[in-house]
Nanobody, 114 residues
Framework: QEQLVESGGGLVQPGGSLRLSCVGS????????IGWYHQAPGKQRELVAR???????NYVDSATGRFTIFRDDAKNTVYLQMDGLGYEDTGVYYC????????WGRGTQVTVSG
């Protein structure tokens, strides 16, 4: 059971932007609902946004209007475009199916500071 691989995190100032990438494989990835999850320091991991195989999207309230999730099935990649980042967005971001069906990867660290 392959893991999904996250990348794209980094250090950014408040108000800045980052684009995260989640790379999967296989036909399952193309039809699966994929979510981005955020784990803030000392807190539980929470779903931030998800996208179905057909492109339908859902966001938590805190992400609505700031984050955009989209997918490129030719590249087996789901992206999370994050704009207007704030301190509360700091943490590790993971991708997984929604609901969670795969083991967790290493995630990618996002730090908003400055």
């Amino acid at each position: 059971q392959e893991q999904l691989v996250e990348s794209g995190g980094g250090l950014v100032q408040p108000g800045g932007s980052l684009r995260l990438s989640c790379v999967g494989s296989g036909e399952f990835f193309k039809i699966a609902t994929i979510g981005w999850y955020h784990q803030a320091p000392g807190k539980q991991r929470e779903l931030v946004a998800r996208i179905s195989g057909g492109g339908l999207t859902n966001y938590v309230d805190s992400a609505t209007g700031r984050f955009t999730i989209f997918r490129d099935d030719a590249k087996n990649t789901v992206y999370l475009q994050m704009d207007g980042l704030g301190y509360e967005d700091t943490g590790v971001y993971y991708c997984n199916t929604s609901p969670v069906l795969r083991s967790w990867g290493r995630g990618t660290q996002v730090t908003v500071s400055g």
